[in-house]
T-cell receptor, first 116, second 113 residues
């Protein structure tokens, strides 16, 4: 079974600075998708960014970008120019590309604090 | 209105009581999921359904049951609630394409006393 590991339970960043959240995963599959979700205090799960494993180019969404290292099974999230509104729990998630096995597997989460 | 709606948003119940959490969606997705979130454990899959006639157990299905009443409705039941089922519960949906993300409801905070 696929597993997702987030080794940083908590991270802190100064406003306007850059922070990187780590994620590693274990799979024997070659085709899959990776996601970062943000969960603010409202509890809502919000998609931040998505990466297809077959794409070598790293995904970017405004201030959010990923460093996808397929061979190392690593998928880190970089937040640039951190803002107070970025404070939240961040979850890394894996999804198989197999049609009948594509439920989403999550890491334990990283709580990000942004200091003014 | 939210695309994925969960009711109730918060609930306190007593040990041994039966409780149902409901989920409805307007996204037209076939696939629906129930997850449980615990501190330090992330989200874990309880049950999932690919269509009305298809129900599958996830990694932590013991003590739970589900019903897919229609394409848009997927409910989770705790037949006899116990304190270690205290958690945040999420319903989610996704489309048939494997590259799409899951869309989540706003969660139900369940406390079993």
């Amino acid at each position: 079974a696929q597993t997702v590991t987030q080794s940083q339970p908590e991270m802190s960043v100064q406003e306007a600075e850059t922070v990187t959240l780590s994620c590693t995963y274990d799979t024997s599959e070659s085709d899959y998708y990776l996601f970062w979700y943000k969960q603010p205090p409202s509890r809502q799960m919000i998609l931040v960014i998505r990466q297809e494993a077959y794409k070598q180019q790293n995904a970017t969404e405004n201030r959010f970008s990923v460093n996808f290292q397929k061979a190392a099974k690593s998928f880190s999230l970089k937040i640039s120019d951190s803002q107070l509104g970025d404070a939240a729990m961040y979850f890394c998630a894996y999804r198989s590309a197999l049609y009948n096995n594509n439920d989403m597997r999550f890491g334990a989460g990283t709580r990000l604090t942004v200091k003014p | 209105d939210a695309d994925v709606t969960q009711t109730p948003r918060n609930r306190i119940t007593k040990t041994g009581k039966r409780i149902m959490l409901e989920c409805s969606q307007t996204k037209g997705h076939d696939r629906m999921y129930w997850y449980r979130q615990d501190p330090g454990l992330g989200l874990r899959l309880i049950y999932y359904s690919f269509d009305v006639k298809d129900i599958n157990k996830g990694e932590i299905s013991d003590g739970y049951s589900v019903s897919r009443q229609a394409q848009a409705k997927f409910s989770l039941s705790l037949e006899s609630a116990i304190p270690n089922q205290t958690a945040l519960y999420f319903c989610a949906t996704s489309g048939g394409q494997t590259n799409t993300e899951a869309f989540f409801g706003q969660g139900t905070r369940l406390t079993v006393v």
